[in-house]
Nanobody, 114 residues
Framework: QVQLVESGGGLVQPGGSLRLSCAAS????????MGWYRQAPGKERELVAA??????NYADSVKGRFTISRDNNKNTVYLQMNSLKPEDTAVYYC?????????WGQGTQVIVSS
């Protein structure tokens, strides 16, 4: 059974930082592309960042502020979020993808507000 469990969300002031974690089980973690997506109220889910095959890519809106990383020994992917803005407010979802296999976590809420 595949499980992706996110943690680290919460309420933060604009300009602050948060670090999201996603612990995976039930998959051969190292061969999967891992990603973070987000969905704000009334909007579609969008890719924030992904890492796999030795490279990472980011949405233009988070470049220079967010960093995705992974620890294959711990089966965990991270999203370091700095200089947070109110428009970063959303539910953040962890994703594991390999060809036709696609798994999602339950999501963690991030609220950026003063």
């Amino acid at each position: 059974q595949v499980q992706l469990v996110e943690s680290g969300g919460g309420l933060v002031q604009p300009g602050g930082s948060l670090r999201l974690s996603c612990a995976a089980s039930g998959i051969i973690f190292s061969i999967y592309t891992m990603g973070w997506y987000r969905q704000a109220p009334g909007k579609e889910r969008e890719l924030v960042a992904a890492i796999g095959g030795g490279s990472a890519n980011y949405a233009d809106s988070v470049k220079g502020r967010f960093t995705i990383s992974r620890d294959n020994n711990k089966n965990t992917v991270y999203l370091q979020m700095n200089s947070l803005k109110p428009e970063d407010t959303a539910v953040y979802y962890c994703n594991a993808r390999l060809v036709y296999r696609n798994y999602w976590g339950q999501g963690t809420q991030v609220i950026v507000s003063s």
